[in-house]
């Protein structure tokens, strides 16, 4: 599953004050001046077990070093400078949530499909649970997103979707004909258009002085388009009529702006730093950019009519991270490192190598590890899911200056471990 005025690039290289301590103190002072509501009386009695809601309320805090944590992040989105170090999250289960035990045990569990998706008081309980039974040390900051599946364009118009116990997707009942593309329009009376208002309302809510709330996952014109046709066709269309695909994906971009504007004027209303479902925070107005569908055409039709969709879709923003998504993503990253807001490429590649996907999942692989120092020609490097057994081989081959990773642990102890085996690239 998946994925919203600022100092100069000099302030935020250095960590100025200036920089951090007014998004930290904002912070704070909401802290201190307000408590979170309490959920509704049905989902009070789902934390009859006092411990478990004691310990996702202690766990759901801020760090105490909360402004070097802020500091660093706004740092990252600074230009590369060499001396600048590693960036690191060192992500795990808490101690004391680990599996087996009677918190994990209390885990809340939805009663069906709907309950898991579409049930505000359940999904908020359920986020809560989730965020507070994982440790992140390092640079980690506590960051939830109401995720209500990939590229939630589809859902806010209207369309069909699907439940699943991994996600809510949007691409099963496509459009007979691309005719009806002319008419979406945002339709407030749906339950989906309903559910999305209040979770991310009341997310906002609860969060205050706990955890930044990110902006939803809005994906990409081109893959929302992908989710609204059939997926067959529209490669076909890709091939014989370039110009009526990029018509249709030009079509839905007011629909997608407004709903980024929109979601994010929100959230700044409750929170001075911006975030997105990639868990960094950021001062500057940023998006983590996307195209899934992208990585199935040829490179002529990814500069014919993805890359101009991606230009101006960027265009939008101060700064964008790419997510390089799909079984063949990579072999396009020289185009994507021309956007001129990119600032880094994201990265979650997977750790087993099998002949049924693509060479560059396995990490170390010698074309992974190209692909990786191509990108940092460019722009900075994001790898998300890295094993702590492929760290030393890993910083062998690219540079640490600018890298971010987040590292997987299977417990605090090994995290804490792995974030001292990696002081002497942290700077």
């Not at 998004?23 to 002072?29: W, Y």
């Not at 506590?142 to 069909?160: E, K």
């Not at 994906?219 to 009529?241: N, Q």
């Not at 996907?357 to 020609?377: G, H, I, K, N, W």
């Amino acid at each position: 599953m998946n994925r919203a005025g600022s100092a100069s690039a000099h302030q935020r290289q250095a960590g100025s004050a200036s920089v951090r301590q007014t998004p930290t103190a904002s912070v704070r002072q909401t802290h201190a001046a307000s408590g979170h509501p309490t959920l509704a009386a049905s989902t009070r009695q789902t934390h009859a077990d006092s411990a478990l809601q004691q310990a996702v309320e202690t766990a759901l805090t801020f760090p105490a070093d909360l402004d070097e944590r802020i500091a660093r992040h706004l740092r990252f989105w600074g230009p590369a400078y060499e001396g600048e170090g590693l960036y690191v999250i060192a992500r795990a289960p808490r101690a004391g949530w680990e599996k087996a035990t009677r918190l994990d045990a209390a885990k809340p569990v939805p009663s069906s499909l709907h309950e898991q998706w579409l049930d505000v008081d359940f999904a908020l309980r359920k986020l809560e649970y989730e965020l507070a039974s994982v440790y992140l040390g390092g640079d980690g900051l506590p960051i939830a997103m109401p995720n209500l599946g990939p590229g939630i364009i589809p859902g806010l118009v209207g369309h069909p979707f699907a439940l699943t116990q991994r996600s809510i997707w949007f691409d099963q009942n496509p459009f007979d004909d691309p005719a009806a593309l002319a008419d979406l329009h945002f339709d407030p009376n749906t339950e989906f258009y309903r559910v999305y208002t209040e979770f991310n309302d009341r997310l906002l809510e609860r969060a205050e002085g706990r955890y930044f709330v990110a902006q939803s996952d809005f994906g990409s014109c081109f893959d929302t388009l992908a989710s609204l046709l059939r997926r067959d066709d529209l490669l076909a269309e890709v091939a014989l009529d370039p110009a009526r695909v990029s018509a249709w994906i030009g079509g839905l971009f007011g629909l997608w702006d407004d709903a980024l504007r929109a979601n994010r004027e929100l959230i700044s209303t409750r929170q001075p730093l911006q975030s997105n479902w990639i868990p960094l925070v950021n001062d500057r107005i940023w998006y983590s950019l996307i195209s899934e569908v992208s990585s199935m055409i040829s490179r002529q039709a990814y500069e014919e009519i993805a890359l101009p969709a991606l230009l101006r879709e960027a265009a939008q923003f101060e700064q964008v991270i790419f997510n390089l998504d799909g079984d063949t993503a990579a072999r396009h990253v020289d185009l994507v490192c021309t956007i001129p807001q990119l600032h880094a490429i994201f990265w979650a590649p997977t750790v087993k190598y099998s002949r049924e996907r693509p060479f560059y999942q396995d990490l170390l692989a010698p074309e992974s590890l190209a692909v990786c120092r191509t990108v940092q020609e460019h722009a900075k490097l994001l790898i998300d899911g890295i094993q702590p057994w492929q760290l030393a081989d890993f910083l062998k081959q690219v540079s640490p200056d600018g890298l971010f990773l987040i590292v997987d642990c299977g417990s605090q102890i090994e995290a804490e471990e792995v974030l001292a085996s990696l002081r002497r690239w942290i700077h």
